[in-house]
């Protein structure tokens, strides 16, 4: 949920193709965070890919921070952003590879289903403390409150 909450602001800061080109650094995070708390074992190539990735994602940045704009204090921050996000994302998925890694023998459609079923029940207890916070900013919440699930269906 954080992950795609952070990656959503991005896209308002710095292009999508960019956004879309820094995502791919989960790759990376996924791949430290293994091999420090999974204790895996990154091989030769696993390194190579690994090394890829970060110039990609080098370039990719420095695309969006060379690129003409209006809003220059913005793209760093998109930038910064965006890879925060994807280590959470990251954070979830070797979290989740720790806790779930035992459980071979649990089909993994009911996984998904329980994991869907999870997801669930934390949105009908976020919703609707968030249609009942006010919000000023119109551009942000044309509502005047931070959610307005009702909208959505008119």
């Given at each position: ?22 995502r ?17 074992k ?13 110039t ?66 934390i ?32």
């Amino acid at each position: 949920m954080t992950e795609t909450s952070l990656k959503n602001v991005t896209l308002t800061m710095i292009s999508t193709s960019v956004t879309q080109m820094l995502r791919s650094s989960v790759v990376v995070f996924s791949a430290l965070l293994a091999l420090i708390f999974l204790k895996k074992k990154l091989y030769r190539h696993h390194v190579t890919s690994i090394g890829i990735i970060v110039t990609g994602i080098f370039l990719g940045g420095l695309s969006q921070m060379l690129s003409s704009s209006k809003e220059v204090l913005l793209k760093p921050i998109g930038v910064i952003i965006v890879l925060v996000a994807q280590l959470f994302g990251a954070t979830g998925y070797v979290v989740e590879e720790k806790f779930l890694g035992d459980f071979d023998d649990v089909d993994p459609i009911y996984m998904i289903g329980i994991e869907g079923l999870w997801s669930l029940l934390i949105w009908c207890i976020v919703l609707p403390i968030l249609q009942i916070i006010p919000c000023d900013n119109l551009d942000l919440c044309p509502f005047d409150r931070l959610e307005n699930s009702l909208q959505a269906f008119e």
